[in-house]
């Protein structure tokens, strides 16, 4: 459950940006490789943003496919798990995103 | 666990052991007045309809302030020429038997973070074994974080040139996340557990610098294939070097030895 851990850290850098302005909406890009289930983190949100001026604040997270360039086929795909294969048979894969976990807006009032 | 929110982390405790065993406390300050920033626990705002919003764009990173701590810790430790090494595991799987052997056969100082969500059981038996310890206690939290690990270096203060171990809350998923400011991180597995954690548990053997396979003096009684383990591990990690040992006969420990360097 580090998914609360991540939801105080969402609402504590959303209300450094914000203070006391009422926010309404908050906005969440999770890459696939990030290892943070987003209907987990939506549950602990509303734990963690009770009290604040974010409570009752919708969060909307849009998840982003991870990419990956593999070395041996020199082709960039995919990837959504962080098993590093590519369709070519190479295991020989560099990662270049989907461990991105960041809040990308918020609607204040 | 933080009994206003219910939040593990600010429910943290850093406890100290000193030469006889006896435990003092480090209190941790966890405000709940109002305006008491992201932990606050003021009036209830309740959200207004139909009032116009604007967007503000923030794009920041949400782990950002772990970040910055675990870069501040990674600066002191360098600073001192601390070697720092997270060890991460699932409960049972021999952290603290590995530690205790390592003590004992240490050419340089050791001393040890404590991670554990209750109970300072560990914290005594590193005492034990011969080098300082100090006990984190989570209570509801699955893993240590960056302020905790700030907090225990403060209580500790480890030797210059000396080897610091982080022992992590007994967890295969939640540590793998969160930055300490060590230089190295070490999965240890035991061959009880089974050869299918590396793909069951992907994130924390794709975070590995080594994986140290444990209890190997009981591989004639259970079913474990070493082969599909390390191949498992390096389709998600591909250069992770996997150390096989057994911490409670010694066995193989000289490559974990060699290993820290």
Redo the contacts between chains.
Sequence with gaps: ??E???A???????????GDR?V??VR?SIGR????VPDALSFCFE??S????L???SLEISEAHGRARCRSCESDFDLD?????CDCGS???LLLSGR?????????? | MCSTCGCGEGGARVSALDERGRTYDDHHDHDHGPGAGAHGHGSPVPPESGTRTHTLELEVAVLAKNDELAAANRSWLAARRITAVNLMSSPGAGKTTLLERTIQAATRSVSVVEGDQETLFDARRIRQAGARAVQVNTGAGCHLDAAMVARALARLGPDEDSVLFIENVGNLVCPALFDLGEKRKVVVVSVTEGDDKPLKYPHMFAAADVVVLNKTDLLPYVDFDTGRFTADARSLNRHVEVLPVSARTGANLEAWYEWLG
């Design positions: 459950m580090h609360l851990a991540v105080e850290s969402v609402v504590s850098s959303v209300l450094e940006r914000t009422r309404s909406v969440l490789l990030a290892g943070v734990l963690a009770g009290g604040t001026p409570q009752g604040a798990d962080p098993i590093l294969l295991a020989d894969v991105e976990l960041s809040v990308t807006s918020v609607e204040v009032a």
